[in-house]
């Protein structure tokens, strides 16, 4: 169990925590250290294990009393930026999603999940990787162009017009099959793309290239 990715439940029903503790104990990888009921609770629980050793991950219901999963999250990151959160909840609201991504999420989960999706998105962020659903995604897009309209617009320099087309499917979710399909070029040719596009706005995944896309205001302007 020396390897077993470390996590810590936090959520403010009981019966919740149980059956994610339960579930988790039957995999052989996973093992639970820690359980709290709200995000102050899980903070002090941090506290005091951090000289002894810190959670991989925590799974963290988003609507909690005391301190919600934004604002813990938010802190989570400030003081153990090593220890990734995971908030679960039972609602998609766009702009609670942006919320939890901005707070330091890696990424944002229904309850209503398979426990093989489940036991996929704890492996993938504990590599490091942001995986979302397309529900999840399609939200986080939705609440970036809402912000980004609040805000207004910015111009795209350093972007040729092309690689603008892309920044702008790749915000609306999607996949470089959907954008070779409509921009009738080949998937290769998509490829070198995204990978200018991160290299150019330094950023690390699609994800982020969504959110920055966003946050520049580009979502929906024409491209010239």
Not at 84 to 89: N, R
Not at 110 to 119: I, P, Q, R
């Amino acid at each position: 169990m020396s390897n077993a990715i470390k996590i810590m439940v936090v959520d403010d029903h009981d019966m919740v925590r149980l059956g994610l503790k339960t579930y988790l104990a039957m995999e052989s990888d996973f093992l639970v250290t820690g359980e709290a009921a709200n995000g102050k609770e899980a903070l002090e629980l941090l506290k005091g294990v951090a000289e002894d050793g810190l959670p991989d991950m925590i799974l963290m219901d988003l609507m909690m009393p005391l301190m919600d999963g934004v604002d813990t999250t938010r802190e989570v990151s400030r003081l153990y930026p090593q220890v990734k959160v995971i908030l679960l909840t039972s609602f998609l609201e766009d702009e609670k999603v942006l919320q939890a991504i901005e707070a330091g999420a890696i990424t944002y989960v229904l309850k209503t999940v398979s426990s093989d999706e489940l036991a996929h998105v704890i492996r993938s962020s504990y590599r490091g990787l942001q995986v979302m659903n397309s529900e999840v995604s399609q939200a986080l897009t939705r609440g970036l162009r809402q912000r980004s309209t609040q805000s207004g617009q910015d111009d795209g320099a350093g972007l040729t017009s092309r690689e603008m087309e892309v920044m702008l499917l790749i915000a609306d979710g999607k996949s470089n099959k959907d954008i070779a399909d409509e921009l009738h070029i080949s998937i290769k040719t998509v490829k070198t793309h995204v990978s200018n596009l991160l290299m150019k706005c330094e950023v690390e995944d699609r994800t982020q290239l969504a959110i920055y896309a966003h946050r520049k205001g580009w979502s929906g302007k024409p491209v010239s």
